[in-house]
């Protein structure tokens, strides 16, 4: 079992930047990570992932903006969120699958962190 644990969510304005990060308890080696958000009234969505091969991918919403990375020494990966817009505000979500597992339903989740960007 491995717990995930956000930080860095917070207030900003729009065009700014915010980092979050999730740190698991144990390794993340062979696991594809990343993030999701659930805005007010909506279901959550995808954002970003960074697969155990080192291969990425993102929504087109944040393609260009934000970047995903990871640690796997500190088993930790971030997402880089630059250029934030209002619609970028909700409770992101950071996601954690082993290997052999779908992606469509990671196996787990961290608490959620709030990102609120004002206009």
């Known amino acids: 079992q491995v717990q995930l644990v956000e930080s860095g969510g917070g207030l900003v304005q729009a065009g700014g930047s915010l980092r979050l990060s999730c740190e698991a308890s144990g390794t993340l080696i062979r696991h594809t990570v990343g993030w999701f958000r659930q805005a007010p009234g909506k279901e959550r969505a995808f954002v970003a992932v960074f697969l155990w091969n080192g291969a990425t991918g993102y929504s087109d919403s944040v393609k260009g903006r934000f970047t995903i990375s990871r640690d796997n020494a500190k088993n930790t990966f971030y997402l880089q969120m630059n250029s934030l817009k209002p619609e970028d505000t909700a409770i992101y979500y950071c996601?954690?699958?082993?290997?052999?597992?779908?992606?469509?339903?990671?196996?787990?989740w961290g608490q959620g962190t709030q990102v609120t960007v004002s206009s």
């Open positions: 996601a954690a699958t082993p290997l052999g597992s779908g992606w469509s339903d990671p196996r787990y």
